[in-house]
Protein backbone atom coordinates (compact mmCIF):
# COMPACT_ATOMS: atom_id res chain seq x y z
CA UNK A 1 0.00 0.00 0.00
CA UNK A 2 1.60 3.86 -0.54
CA UNK A 3 0.10 6.66 0.71
CA UNK A 4 0.93 8.71 -2.97
CA UNK A 5 -1.52 6.09 -5.22
CA UNK A 6 -5.17 7.48 -4.92
CA UNK A 7 -7.68 5.14 -3.58
CA UNK A 8 -11.06 5.19 -6.16
CA UNK A 9 -14.69 3.34 -4.57
CA UNK A 10 -16.73 2.45 -7.03
CA UNK A 11 -20.30 0.96 -6.11
CA UNK A 12 -21.94 -1.63 -8.01
CA UNK A 13 -18.63 -2.05 -9.96
CA UNK A 14 -18.86 -5.83 -11.44
CA UNK A 15 -20.61 -5.24 -14.35
CA UNK A 16 -21.72 -2.21 -16.41
CA UNK A 17 -20.81 1.27 -16.24
CA UNK A 18 -19.53 0.84 -13.07
CA UNK A 19 -16.81 -2.02 -13.94
CA UNK A 20 -15.71 0.13 -16.89
CA UNK A 21 -14.98 3.42 -14.88
CA UNK A 22 -13.15 1.01 -12.56
CA UNK A 23 -10.89 0.08 -15.71
CA UNK A 24 -10.55 3.33 -16.82
CA UNK A 25 -9.48 4.70 -13.39
CA UNK A 26 -7.32 1.71 -12.42
CA UNK A 27 -5.94 2.16 -16.31
CA UNK A 28 -4.61 5.83 -14.67
CA UNK A 29 -2.58 4.13 -11.91
CA UNK A 30 -5.67 4.55 -9.31
CA UNK A 31 -6.06 1.40 -6.84
CA UNK A 32 -9.63 0.51 -7.14
CA UNK A 33 -12.04 -0.69 -4.61
CA UNK A 34 -14.62 -2.74 -6.63
CA UNK A 35 -17.92 -2.62 -4.94
CA UNK A 36 -19.80 -5.52 -4.80
CA UNK A 37 -23.26 -7.01 -3.50
CA UNK A 38 -22.53 -10.50 -4.50
CA UNK A 39 -18.32 -11.47 -3.71
CA UNK A 40 -17.68 -13.52 -6.22
CA UNK A 41 -19.03 -11.41 -8.77
CA UNK A 42 -16.73 -9.33 -7.49
CA UNK A 43 -13.66 -11.50 -7.46
CA UNK A 44 -14.91 -12.25 -11.10
CA UNK A 45 -14.23 -8.34 -11.77
CA UNK A 46 -11.02 -7.88 -9.71
CA UNK A 47 -9.26 -10.62 -11.79
CA UNK A 48 -10.43 -9.11 -15.07
CA UNK A 49 -8.74 -5.57 -13.95
CA UNK A 50 -5.68 -7.43 -11.99
CA UNK A 51 -5.15 -9.19 -15.91
CA UNK A 52 -5.06 -6.01 -16.96
CA UNK A 53 -2.07 -4.75 -14.49
CA UNK A 54 -4.65 -2.70 -12.37
CA UNK A 55 -4.28 -2.42 -9.05
CA UNK A 56 -7.98 -3.99 -7.71
CA UNK A 57 -9.80 -5.27 -4.81
CA UNK A 58 -13.09 -6.60 -3.83
CA UNK A 59 -15.37 -4.78 -1.37
CA UNK A 60 -18.49 -5.75 -0.11
CA UNK A 61 -21.12 -3.43 -0.28
CA UNK A 62 -25.01 -3.83 -0.68
CA UNK A 63 -25.65 0.31 -0.80
CA UNK A 64 -28.99 -0.81 1.45
CA UNK A 65 -27.51 -2.91 3.96
CA UNK A 66 -25.80 -0.13 6.77
CA UNK A 67 -23.84 -2.98 7.82
CA UNK A 68 -21.91 -3.52 4.80
CA UNK A 69 -21.47 0.51 4.05
CA UNK A 70 -19.80 0.41 8.00
CA UNK A 71 -17.84 -2.16 7.10
CA UNK A 72 -16.16 -0.91 3.93
CA UNK A 73 -15.86 2.53 5.47
CA UNK A 74 -13.90 0.80 8.46
CA UNK A 75 -12.00 -1.35 6.00
CA UNK A 76 -10.47 1.41 4.18
CA UNK A 77 -9.66 3.18 6.81
CA UNK A 78 -7.57 0.52 8.46
CA UNK A 79 -6.13 -0.33 4.94
CA UNK A 80 -5.91 3.07 2.96
CA UNK A 81 -6.28 5.40 5.98
CA UNK A 82 -8.30 7.47 3.09
CA UNK A 83 -10.62 7.32 -0.20
CA UNK A 84 -9.78 10.22 -2.93
CA UNK A 85 -12.78 9.29 -5.19
CA UNK A 86 -16.41 7.86 -4.69
CA UNK A 87 -18.44 7.52 -7.84
CA UNK A 88 -21.91 6.56 -6.95
CA UNK A 89 -22.76 4.10 -9.34
CA UNK A 90 -24.72 1.37 -7.91
CA UNK A 91 -28.64 1.74 -9.57
CA UNK A 92 -31.28 -0.28 -10.34
CA UNK A 93 -34.56 0.45 -12.69
CA UNK A 94 -37.83 -1.49 -11.59
CA UNK A 95 -39.54 -2.76 -15.16
CA UNK A 96 -41.56 -0.07 -14.91
CA UNK A 97 -41.93 0.88 -18.72
CA UNK A 98 -45.19 1.77 -20.21
CA UNK A 99 -46.58 2.31 -17.00
CA UNK A 100 -48.04 5.64 -16.24
CA UNK A 101 -47.23 7.45 -12.63
CA UNK A 102 -50.85 6.44 -11.60
CA UNK A 103 -50.79 2.97 -11.81
CA UNK A 104 -46.76 2.66 -10.37
CA UNK A 105 -46.68 0.36 -7.39
CA UNK A 106 -45.58 2.49 -4.08
CA UNK A 107 -43.42 -0.53 -3.33
CA UNK A 108 -41.38 0.19 -6.67
CA UNK A 109 -41.07 3.39 -5.81
CA UNK A 110 -40.00 2.55 -2.61
CA UNK A 111 -37.11 -0.32 -3.82
CA UNK A 112 -35.74 2.36 -6.64
CA UNK A 113 -35.65 5.07 -4.03
CA UNK A 114 -33.69 2.73 -1.31
CA UNK A 115 -31.18 2.23 -3.92
CA UNK A 116 -30.64 5.22 -6.39
CA UNK A 117 -31.22 7.73 -3.56
CA UNK A 118 -31.16 6.61 0.23
CA UNK A 119 -28.32 4.39 -0.71
CA UNK A 120 -25.66 7.48 -2.10
CA UNK A 121 -26.96 9.18 0.84
CA UNK A 122 -25.88 6.57 2.92
CA UNK A 123 -22.06 6.04 1.21
CA UNK A 124 -21.99 9.48 0.50
CA UNK A 125 -21.89 9.88 4.38
CA UNK A 126 -20.15 7.05 6.06
CA UNK A 127 -17.21 8.02 3.08
CA UNK A 128 -16.75 11.41 4.09
CA UNK A 129 -14.66 11.32 6.72
CA UNK A 130 -12.13 9.27 4.68
CA UNK A 131 -12.89 11.57 1.51
CA UNK A 132 -12.00 14.49 3.65
CA UNK A 133 -8.27 13.13 4.28
CA UNK A 134 -7.92 13.37 0.56
CA UNK A 135 -6.38 16.71 -0.98
CA UNK A 136 -8.78 15.76 -3.66
CA UNK A 137 -11.99 14.11 -2.84
CA UNK A 138 -14.16 13.55 -5.75
CA UNK A 139 -17.76 12.45 -5.75
CA UNK A 140 -19.73 11.42 -8.53
CA UNK A 141 -22.98 10.62 -8.70
CA UNK A 142 -24.18 8.77 -11.81
CA UNK A 143 -27.57 10.31 -12.65
CA UNK A 144 -29.55 10.73 -15.89
CA UNK A 145 -31.14 13.30 -18.08
CA UNK A 146 -33.92 11.31 -17.26
CA UNK A 147 -34.06 13.06 -14.15
CA UNK A 148 -34.03 16.20 -15.21
CA UNK A 149 -36.95 18.27 -14.52
CA UNK A 150 -36.51 20.59 -17.44
CA UNK A 151 -36.21 18.08 -20.14
CA UNK A 152 -39.37 15.95 -18.19
CA UNK A 153 -40.96 19.29 -18.30
CA UNK A 154 -40.53 20.13 -22.29
CA UNK A 155 -43.37 19.30 -24.03
CA UNK A 156 -41.26 19.20 -27.31
CA UNK A 157 -37.89 17.33 -25.47
CA UNK A 158 -36.45 14.12 -26.78
CA UNK A 159 -38.22 11.74 -24.10
CA UNK A 160 -41.90 13.78 -24.95
CA UNK A 161 -43.64 10.78 -26.32
CA UNK A 162 -42.01 7.88 -23.51
CA UNK A 163 -44.21 7.37 -21.08
CA UNK A 164 -42.93 8.62 -17.91
CA UNK A 165 -41.08 6.14 -15.80
CA UNK A 166 -41.46 8.05 -12.13
CA UNK A 167 -39.86 5.92 -10.26
CA UNK A 168 -36.44 5.92 -12.04
CA UNK A 169 -36.78 9.94 -13.12
CA UNK A 170 -38.07 10.94 -9.72
CA UNK A 171 -34.49 8.84 -8.33
CA UNK A 172 -32.61 10.59 -10.35
CA UNK A 173 -33.76 14.04 -10.26
CA UNK A 174 -33.96 13.80 -5.92
CA UNK A 175 -30.01 11.49 -6.84
CA UNK A 176 -29.59 15.33 -8.47
CA UNK A 177 -30.37 17.41 -5.10
CA UNK A 178 -28.19 15.58 -2.99
CA UNK A 179 -25.71 16.61 -5.34
CA UNK A 180 -26.58 20.53 -4.85
CA UNK A 181 -27.06 19.75 -1.00
CA UNK A 182 -23.55 17.90 -0.33
CA UNK A 183 -21.75 20.39 -2.57
CA UNK A 184 -23.30 23.06 -0.35
CA UNK A 185 -21.63 21.75 2.34
CA UNK A 186 -18.14 20.44 0.82
CA UNK A 187 -17.74 23.89 -1.49
CA UNK A 188 -15.12 25.32 1.23
CA UNK A 189 -13.23 22.03 1.06
CA UNK A 190 -11.18 19.95 -1.25
CA UNK A 191 -14.13 17.79 -2.17
CA UNK A 192 -16.09 18.33 -5.53
CA UNK A 193 -19.39 16.84 -5.84
CA UNK A 194 -20.97 16.31 -9.47
CA UNK A 195 -23.73 14.47 -11.44
CA UNK A 196 -23.08 13.18 -14.32
CA UNK A 197 -25.08 11.05 -17.18
CA UNK A 198 -23.25 8.29 -18.87
CA UNK A 199 -25.56 8.93 -21.87
CA UNK A 200 -27.70 5.86 -23.08
CA UNK A 201 -25.62 2.91 -22.42
CA UNK A 202 -26.12 -0.86 -23.42
CA UNK A 203 -25.98 -2.28 -19.70
CA UNK A 204 -28.17 -4.90 -18.50
CA UNK A 205 -30.21 -1.79 -16.70
CA UNK A 206 -31.72 -1.41 -19.92
CA UNK A 207 -31.87 -4.89 -21.60
CA UNK A 208 -28.83 -3.63 -23.71
CA UNK A 209 -31.23 -1.07 -25.51
CA UNK A 210 -28.64 1.64 -25.45
CA UNK A 211 -26.93 2.74 -28.30
CA UNK A 212 -23.41 3.81 -26.27
CA UNK A 213 -20.99 0.97 -25.21
CA UNK A 214 -19.97 1.35 -21.65
CA UNK A 215 -16.33 2.57 -22.72
CA UNK A 216 -18.10 5.36 -24.01
CA UNK A 217 -20.50 6.04 -21.29
CA UNK A 218 -17.58 5.54 -18.93
CA UNK A 219 -16.21 8.53 -20.20
CA UNK A 220 -17.67 11.42 -18.27
CA UNK A 221 -17.76 9.75 -14.88
CA UNK A 222 -13.88 9.43 -15.46
CA UNK A 223 -13.77 12.77 -16.14
CA UNK A 224 -15.15 14.06 -13.33
CA UNK A 225 -13.83 11.58 -10.91
CA UNK A 226 -10.55 13.09 -11.56
CA UNK A 227 -10.99 16.70 -12.20
CA UNK A 228 -8.72 19.30 -11.22
CA UNK A 229 -8.53 21.68 -8.38
CA UNK A 230 -10.11 24.02 -10.99
CA UNK A 231 -13.16 21.96 -11.69
CA UNK A 232 -16.66 22.33 -11.14
CA UNK A 233 -18.76 21.14 -8.19
CA UNK A 234 -22.19 21.21 -7.58
CA UNK A 235 -23.29 20.66 -11.23
CA UNK A 236 -25.09 18.10 -13.94
CA UNK A 237 -23.04 17.15 -16.35
CA UNK A 238 -22.93 15.25 -19.94
CA UNK A 239 -20.71 14.40 -23.11
CA UNK A 240 -21.77 18.05 -24.25
CA UNK A 241 -21.70 20.01 -21.01
CA UNK A 242 -23.98 21.26 -18.46
CA UNK A 243 -27.53 19.49 -17.98
CA UNK A 244 -30.37 21.29 -16.76
CA UNK A 245 -31.81 20.38 -13.55
N1 LIG B 1 -27.30 2.33 -18.85
C1 LIG B 1 -27.70 3.57 -19.07
O1 LIG B 1 -28.09 3.95 -20.20
C2 LIG B 1 -27.69 4.58 -17.96
C3 LIG B 1 -28.07 5.90 -18.27
C4 LIG B 1 -28.04 6.87 -17.25
C5 LIG B 1 -27.64 6.51 -15.99
N2 LIG B 1 -27.28 5.22 -15.71
C6 LIG B 1 -26.87 4.90 -14.34
O2 LIG B 1 -25.58 4.31 -14.36
C7 LIG B 1 -25.45 3.44 -13.22
C8 LIG B 1 -24.93 2.09 -13.67
O3 LIG B 1 -25.92 1.49 -14.49
P1 LIG B 1 -25.64 0.34 -15.56
O4 LIG B 1 -26.38 0.73 -16.77
O5 LIG B 1 -24.20 0.03 -15.62
O6 LIG B 1 -26.45 -0.86 -14.88
P2 LIG B 1 -26.12 -2.40 -14.62
O7 LIG B 1 -25.29 -2.96 -15.71
O8 LIG B 1 -27.43 -3.02 -14.29
O9 LIG B 1 -25.20 -2.33 -13.30
C9 LIG B 1 -25.74 -1.89 -12.09
C10 LIG B 1 -24.75 -2.21 -11.00
O10 LIG B 1 -25.31 -1.76 -9.75
C11 LIG B 1 -25.24 -2.84 -8.83
N3 LIG B 1 -26.24 -2.73 -7.79
C12 LIG B 1 -27.59 -2.73 -7.90
N4 LIG B 1 -28.16 -2.63 -6.69
C13 LIG B 1 -27.13 -2.56 -5.79
C14 LIG B 1 -27.07 -2.47 -4.38
N5 LIG B 1 -28.17 -2.43 -3.61
N6 LIG B 1 -25.85 -2.40 -3.79
C15 LIG B 1 -24.72 -2.44 -4.54
N7 LIG B 1 -24.72 -2.58 -5.87
C16 LIG B 1 -25.92 -2.63 -6.48
C17 LIG B 1 -25.38 -4.09 -9.67
O11 LIG B 1 -24.93 -5.22 -8.97
P3 LIG B 1 -25.49 -6.72 -9.26
O12 LIG B 1 -24.66 -7.28 -10.39
O13 LIG B 1 -25.26 -7.42 -7.96
O14 LIG B 1 -26.93 -6.60 -9.62
C18 LIG B 1 -24.49 -3.72 -10.84
O15 LIG B 1 -23.13 -3.92 -10.51
C19 LIG B 1 -26.82 3.40 -12.56
O16 LIG B 1 -26.85 4.30 -11.47
C20 LIG B 1 -27.75 3.89 -13.66
O17 LIG B 1 -28.94 4.45 -13.17
C21 LIG B 1 -27.29 4.25 -16.67
Redesign the pocket.
Known sequence: MSEVRKIALI????????FEIARQLGAQGITILV????QV?GEEAVHKLMAEDIDANAIH????NQATIDAAAAFIEQTYRKLDILVN?????VKEGGTLPSQLAFEDVLKTFA??VF?VFAVTKAMLPLLHRSEAGRIVN???EMGSLTINGDPTSFIANIPPTLAYNASKTTLNALTVFFAKELRDTHIKVNSV?????A????GHS?FLTTEQ?AKVPVVFATLTSDGPTGGFFGENGMIPW
Open positions: TGANKGIGGVRDRLDVTNAGISTNGLSSSPGYVTDLNGG
